[in-house]
């Protein structure tokens, strides 16, 4: 497989899980092991469009346990001979080999990956600021030889740039500190938020800046903060910033 891989970098690996948890978009070239009619493929393919039940392959690193993913969208591209084109968009953990081989089935003939580009993931699109290896390892060198940081600086982004796609809730300057140290988001602390947050989905908090707090888990719905005036609205489980980078405005024992 080719194609997009976001790369962390020390403190920024505390996001990797909700990269993880981000959806994925794929271009596949399809093999299929029979003569089926464009026409056929294309309504099968559709077919697909909708929560599918998967178990991960023999070679898989997680457990071979039956699991549910979504698929959004496959669209077909072309084809020519056995070979099928198409690009699908999907939950992240979906495994396209499986998606083939169940496609396949269901047509009939059987079917397997043959290529796969990942084009997309998450926020990370190819051709969006994307860089290739040689890129880096050309970057790096120039870095050694002159110790300017500026062309690092094209492909190095910052770690907000992977939370894009997540529900964001903004919070006073008075309360990042405490977030830092563990503390509950509750609402006094709260000034904005956005769309989308249900309980138990993962959410960012964010200062007034647009810097990165934490990563936390909801304890109830965007329309049920708007109106709470108290109570606890976010969990974090993962803190991004570093404690003291916002003065402590609580009091020990506090949190």
Partial sequence: MTGVLPITLEESRKVVQALLLSGK???CVMKLHGEAAEEQVKAVLREFEDIIYQRPPLRASVKRQLRTRR???ID????EGRNVLFKVGCEGGTYIRMLCHHIGEVLGCGAHM???RRTRAGPFIEGEGIVTLHDVAYGF???QNSKDNSFLKKFIQPVEKALALIPKIYIRDSAVDAVCHGANLTAPGVLSLETGISKGSIVAIYTLKGEAVALAKAETSTDEI???EHGIIAKPTRVLMPRGTYPKSWKSGEI
Avoid: A, D, G, S
Wanted: proline share 0%; aromatic share 26%; charged share 25%.
């Fill in 25 to 27: 978009e794929y271009v």
């Fill in 71 to 73: 698929i959004y969208y």
């Fill in 76 to 79: 077909f591209l072309e084809m």
């Fill in 114 to 116: 043959q290529e796969l």
């Fill in 141 to 143: 060198m120039e870095w």
């Fill in 226 to 228: 708007l109106k709470m």
